[in-house]
Nanobody, 122 residues
Framework: QVQLVESGGGLVQPGGSLRLSCAAS????????MGWYRQAPGKQRELVAG???????NYADSVKGRFTASRDIGKNTVYLQMNSLKPEDTAVYYC????????????????WGQGTLVTVSS
């Protein structure tokens, strides 16, 4: 069974940094796209950073210049380096991926990780 496991969340002061990781494990034939979303209390889940199948990276306007997404294709892992964190970045951060897990099935299935809490507070 394929799963996404995030790590790296925690409590940080405003202006601080955190690095999130998300590893896909299990039976994986290929991954079409991976990305990071977040959901703050009382708000809808929103895209933070995403890798497209074409290889480009999209960022939410609110994090441009502060967050950097990267990936290790060989390890099926993506990272989110978050710098200059603000209280409004407080949220549960989720990893998302479209994964093909069988050579007999060409479909990609969307998976979500369990989420990791990031709290920015003094």
């Amino acid at each position: 069974q394929v799963q996404l496991v995030e790590s790296g969340g925690g409590l940080v002061q405003p202006g601080g940094s955190l690095r999130l990781s998300c590893a896909a494990s299990g039976s994986i034939v290929s991954i079409n796209a991976m990305g990071w979303y977040r959901q703050a209390p009382g708000k809808q889940r929103e895209l933070v950073a995403g890798f497209t199948s074409g290889g480009s990276t999209n960022y939410a306007d609110s994090v441009k210049g502060r967050f950097t997404a990267s990936r290790d294709i060989g390890k099926n892992t993506v990272y989110l380096q978050m710098n200059s964190l603000k209280p409004e970045d407080t949220a549960v951060y989720y990893c998302n991926a479209d994964i093909r897990s069988s050579i007999w099935d060409t479909r990609y299935y969307e998976l979500w990780g369990q989420g990791t809490l990031v709290t920015v507070s003094s």
